[in-house]
């Protein structure tokens, strides 16, 4: 593997953990937020409701940039699942581009 392998094969590991994190915790907002849409759960926790925020610093600016050039549907907000789509796209892509890499690179 040449010299450009070798320093991108671990960025690109890097990059997708990153992705895979926060898919992970794009998902925990969806299924939070619909868990408090049907009252299974509440948050009078202090913990819960840091838990909450910082879900939302994280996921929210994310959102905002989705909602400008995505309408809700049916009322329904669908950033976070364009968003989850989106991510699991680009982690695909950053997999078989590391493959692509080091296949060829040898």
Known sequence: MGIIGLFL???????????SL?????????V???MLQYKLITIHNKYAE?????????TEPVYKAIRK?????SGIDVA????????AF??????HLSRWIEQYMQ
């Open 50 to 58: 840091k838990f909450m925020e910082i879900l939302k610093a994280v």
């Open 90 to 95: 680009l982690g695909s892509f950053v997999t």
């Open 80 to 87: 976070p699942y364009v968003l989850l789509v989106a991510i």
């Open 69 to 73: 050039k995505v309408a809700p549907v």
């Open 32 to 34: 939070l937020y619909w």
């Open 9 to 19: 094969m671990p960025l690109l590991d890097i990059l997708g953990l990153v992705i």
């Open 22 to 30: 926060y898919f992970k915790v794009v998902v925990v907002d969806v």
